[in-house]
């Protein structure tokens, strides 16, 4: 059985940092592209980041809101994506998801929520102003 476990919310104020992790297990996901989502209280859920893999390696992407602030990494022997999230802002307070492709290899669309098959249970991150 597939299953996301993510870990590392918590409360931290404005400008703090946190490090979430997504760990797979009951497959690997060495060639599937693993992505980060949020939802807010009466918000809908939305695209943070993700990596992906290529022939030439992983690279990442970023929503507007996140980038230069957040890094969205993996490793690969621990079956593991973490999202490290800095410079954090009110607006960042959300439950996070990780969700993972079930299709190995690269596709050019990684940001909907219709494009991942997998998903985890979700960590709430607060982030006081």
């Known amino acids: 059985q597939v299953q996301l476990v993510e870990s590392g919310g918590g409360l931290v104020q404005a400008g703090g940092s946190l490090r979430l992790s997504c760990a797979a297990s009951g497959r690997t996901f060495a060639r599937n592209a693993i992505a980060w989502f949020r939802q807010a209280p009466g918000k809908e859920r939305e695209f943070v980041a993700a990596?992906?893999?290529?022939?030439?390696?992983?690279?990442?992407r970023y929503a507007d809101s996140v980038q230069g602030r957040f890094t969205c990494s993996r490793d690969i022997a621990k079956n593991t994506v973490y999202l490290q999230m800095n410079s954090l802002k009110s607006e960042d307070t959300a439950v996070y998801y990780c969700?993972?492709?079930?299709?190995?290899?690269?596709?050019?669309?990684?940001?909907?929520?219709?494009?991942?098959?997998?998903w985890g249970q979700g960590t709430q991150v607060t982030v006081s102003s």
């Open positions: 990596n992906r893999w290529s022939n030439w390696g992983y690279t990442a």
């Open positions: 969700a993972a492709r079930s299709i190995e290899g690269y596709s050019d669309s990684y940001y909907a929520i219709s494009d991942y098959y997998y």
